[in-house]
């Protein structure tokens, strides 16, 4: 499975952005999909995660109520919606697949992006 993810960029805080990530390689129904992010100096951290047919979604209480993660599986894509955007929030954000439902667990995902850089000014 390779992933690309993109729409990273610059933005201020109380703004916001939509990350893509598309998919290939394999039925993209059957994969989980996730968010993770790592800040400067920090450990890889949950984002959020979507199930095979975007039915469930799990956040980590950090975005609970500010990202929203989806999917269209005809475009093989998974998307994050980041409002509300906080300085805390700058990371590189990285597209997961993997076959756990609700899993906030890295190692349990298979397959990563190459990650894309979010950076919220104040």
């Known amino acids: 499975v390779q992933l690309q993810a993109s729409g990273g960029g610059l933005v201020q805080a109380g703004g916001s952005l939509r990350l893509s990530c598309a998919a290939s390689?394999?039925?993209?129904?059957?994969?989980?999909m996730g968010w993770f992010r790592r800040a400067p100096g920090k450990e890889r951290e949950f984002v959020a995660t979507?199930?095979?047919?975007?039915?469930?979604?799990y956040y980590s209480d950090s975005v609970k109520g500010r990202f929203t993660i989806s999917r269209d599986n005809a475009k093989n894509t998974v998307y994050l919606e980041m409002k509300r955007l906080k300085p805390e929030d700058t990371a590189v954000y990285y597209c997961?697949?993997?076959?756990?439902?609700?899993?906030?667990?890295?190692?349990?995902?298979?397959?990563w992006g190459q990650g894309t850089q979010v950076t919220v000014s104040s």
């Open positions: 997961a697949a993997g076959t756990t439902l609700h899993s906030s667990n890295y190692r349990l995902y298979d397959y």
């Open positions: 390689g394999r039925t993209f129904s059957s994969l989980i």
């Open positions: 979507i199930s095979w047919y975007g039915d469930s979604t």
